[in-house]
């Protein structure tokens, strides 16, 4: 289903990276931006964004279960997440900004957990094809970009980690190498953003891109998010 092309046109941003990458502080930012420019903002995350989705993420971070159960799960909240709040969004023209999506399965689940990424992929179209609106994915992913022991360095004594952040660094390692994968595969979409670098010029590498696709005007001051630390 397209929608005409004016500026109700519905925008799906994921945002990609391992914990400790500093994703969080620049999709509020980013909320702010495209709220000052007029637009209406869906700001979600996943697994994650409906009360049964919620509910399934609350199992895969606490709960001991085995890989596929994993993958299951993250598909199961993913589905309702789209059903209920993502393709909705889009149809009334919405910005969607969303706290990782399947790139995170393939990444996590895929690349961590290693589960063959036909399997993976065979889940996606399923579970991300809605009737009448076909395959759902995301316009453009922001994937973060740190090496698995700077982001490491970044968690430790942040808070009480868990099952994922409990994991070895070969893990994150393994995680990482899925982003690569991912990223090689559709580079179309799945744009690296360097994000050892100060947070102003990972701002200034975020924005850039969005005014370069027409959505976002150039006069994005940094936000305030941004600006309570310059680090």
Known sequence: MGHNASMSKGIFISFEGIDGAGKSTHI????????QQGRTVTLTREPGGTQLAEALREMLLHQPMDAWSEALLVFAARRDHLVKVIAPALQRGEVVLCDRFTDATHAYQGGGRGLPSQSLDALEQGVQTL?????????????????????????????????????????????????????????????????????????????????????????????????????
């Open 28 to 35: 509020q930012g980013l909320a702010e931006a495209f709220t």
């Open 131 to 231: 009737d009448g609106r076909g395959f759902l994915e995301p316009d453009l992913t922001l994937w973060f970009e740190l090496p698995p022991e700077v982001a490491a360095q970044r968690l430790t004594g942040a808070r009480l980690p868990d099952r994922f952040e409990a994991q070895p660094l070969a893990f994150f390692q393994a995680v990482h190498q899925g982003y690569e994968q991912r990223a090689q595969a559709a580079p179309q979409r799945i744009r690296r953003i360097d994000a050892s670098a100060s947070r102003h010029q990972v701002w200034q590498q975020i924005t850039r891109l969005l005014v370069q696709k027409g959505w976002l005007s150039i006069m994005v001051p940094v936000p305030a998010a941004l600006q309570i630390q310059s680090s």
